[in-house]
């Protein structure tokens, strides 16, 4: 019995299981715990400097400057993920070598993300509710 794309239908169940579970099912407080305490202020200045903003918005809220560009404000990405983006792109963006922006300044950005306000829900816009 064939599935999606010709997929075995038993590949298919597993495929969906790492994808719901694998990929999405970590604890988010453990997240928080696993960052490098970094310096929000510095974050700002460095995010700004070394142009982050350019593509990814003064304050992270992503747009499509240089195809679809990831909305960073409150990242739910754990700290390792997102250096490890900084070191190897997994797509179009440019990588960010240890030498011209070190661990410590990644994780002074990662504080600084943390500090924006990051999507909100519809009912805060009256516009939205009428
Ligand atoms: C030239 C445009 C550009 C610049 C400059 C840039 N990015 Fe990106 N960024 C992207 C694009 C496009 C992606 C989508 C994945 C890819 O192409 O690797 C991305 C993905 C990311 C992601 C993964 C987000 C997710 O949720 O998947 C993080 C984290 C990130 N960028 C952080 C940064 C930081 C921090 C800086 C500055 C040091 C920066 N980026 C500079 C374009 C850019």
Do not use: W
């Not at 169940?13 to 715990?33: H, K, M, N, T, Y």
């Not at 918005?57 to 993920?81: D, I, M, S």
């Not at 997102?82 to 190897?88: D, I, V």
């Amino acid at each position: 019995m064939k599935g999606v794309l010709g997929l075995p239908v038993a590949a298919c169940i597993v495929a969906f299981g790492i994808l719901a579970f694998g990929i999405g099912g970590f604890d988010p407080s453990a997240r928080a715990q696993e960052a490098p305490p970094g310096d929000a202020a510095n974050g700002q200045r460095v995010y700004l400097a070394d142009g982050c903003f350019t593509c990814h918005g003064r304050v992270g809220q992503g747009g499509n400057y240089y195809g679809t560009t990831p909305t960073l404000a409150k990242t739910e990405l754990p700290f390792e993920g997102f250096k490890q983006q900084m070191r190897e792109p997994v797509r179009v963006m440019p990588a960010y070598s240890q030498a011209v922006l070190s661990d410590k300044e990644v994780a002074d950005i990662y504080a600084f993300l943390q500090t924006l306000t990051g999507r909100r829900p519809v009912k805060d816009f009256p516009i939205l509710n009428n």
